[in-house]
């Protein structure tokens, strides 16, 4: 039996020495330590041995076994590392290709005008406000001097999701907000920046979906020099340090007075043209002072505390700055429109 055991040894390892690859390494493992290899065979023999002489061939058939094994894992390694070279050597880059250019995104022009914004109104002391989309009616409206059934509110066509929630026409609701979390006590300067849905039909110039950035003073003394002063500031950066503003009087239910805001056309410098269709102004925003109920409404005593608000349409701006004559090229996700703002970067 020590005779088999050692033969089968002798020919196992030259077996594996010879094998030039993986499953071949594979195929005679099993063969030799399998379940039925001649090894086992020999071991079931081991019951015509004596009590002496069992102890010494199984501990030499684990020898083997062990040996076998070392043998089998150390060709697995040599086969293995000759692929990995093989593989290597058959697949060479060729370094002096040129490479493939990577194409690279660029910012949004909606997204460029709200951080322009952003920029100037917080380098004028202002903080940023954020608010829900999905509204409720007394924020939205009665917050704003909107009682319900108040005929103001066909100015707006809603999306309500129930009687009493809705998706907020306007980011004016984050004002009230803001205005009630300051208890009566000023000052508020906030600017509002948001997605706002009015029930509309998609054109050149209108969408049911559309971003504002609305603007909020509230403190002793504010007057609407200050208001005027603001969007000066405002219009020059945006439009041009040449441009000028005109205030026109309008109404909104949350500002009295109310106005609504033109610059001159840059383009004809106000002397009229098809841009702005012959009147040398083109309107811009609607602003006015804070309501006095709306400033009660939100805890605020209205004989000590003024305010001003305004509401920015960033299409509107865009459409103005950039040249852009259909409001849909926003959202077409046209990678070629997209790419004409990289001028601007």
């Not at 009590?51 to 293995?80: T, Y």
């Not at 108040?150 to 984050?174: C, G, K, N, W």
């Not at 920046?193 to 504010?222: C, W």
């Amino acid at each position: 039996m020590q005779e088999k055991l050692q033969a089968l040894q002798t020919e196992a390892l030259e077996s594996i020495e010879n094998a030039d690859s993986l499953k071949a390494l594979n195929d005679i493992r099993v063969s030799y330590l399998g379940k039925k290899g001649p090894i086992t065979e020999v071991l079931k023999g081991m019951g015509k041995l004596s009590a002496k002489e069992r102890p010494k061939m199984g501990a030499l058939a684990n020898e083997v076994r062990d040996a076998i094994a070392a043998s089998v894992a150390e060709k697995q390694k040599q086969l293995e590392e000759a692929a990995v070279i093989e593989k290597l050597s058959s697949e060479t880059i060729d370094i002096t290709l040129p490479g493939r250019p990577i194409k690279t995104g660029n910012h949004h022009p909606l997204t460029r005008v709200i951080e322009e914004v952003e920029d100037l109104f917080l380098g004028m002391g202002y903080t940023v406000a954020e608010g829900p989309e999905l509204e409720t009616d007394y924020y939205n409206f009665e917050a704003l001097n909107l009682p319900k059934d108040h005929p103001a509110r066909d100015m707006q066509d809603t999306f309500y999701i129930t009687e009493e929630t809705l998706l907020r026409t306007q980011t004016s609701p984050v004002q009230a907000r803001t205005m009630e979390k300051h208890k009566g006590k000023g000052p508020v300067k906030i600017i509002c920046p948001g997605k706002v849905y009015r029930r509309d039909n998609d054109d050149a110039t209108h969408s049911h979906q559309f971003m504002q950035i609305e603007g909020l003073v509230v403190d002793e003394n504010i007057r609407m020099s200050d208001l005027k002063g603001t969007l000066e500031v405002f219009a020059k950066k945006m439009f041009g340090e040449d441009r000028e503003i005109r205030l026109r009087p309008s109404f909104f239910p949350f500002t009295e007075p109310s106005v609504e805001v033109d610059i001159s056309c840059k383009l004809c410098g106000g002397k009229g043209c098809r841009v702005c269709k012959g009147t040398g102004w083109i309107e811009v925003l609607g602003s006015g002072m804070v309501h006095p109920h709306v400033l009660e409404m939100a805890g605020f005593d209205s004989k000590k505390y003024t305010g001003f608000a305004f509401g920015i349409g960033v299409e509107r701006i865009a459409m103005l700055k950039y040249g852009v004559d259909d409001i849909r090229h926003f959202y077409s996700n046209d990678i070629r429109f997209l790419k004409q703002f990289s001028m601007h970067e």
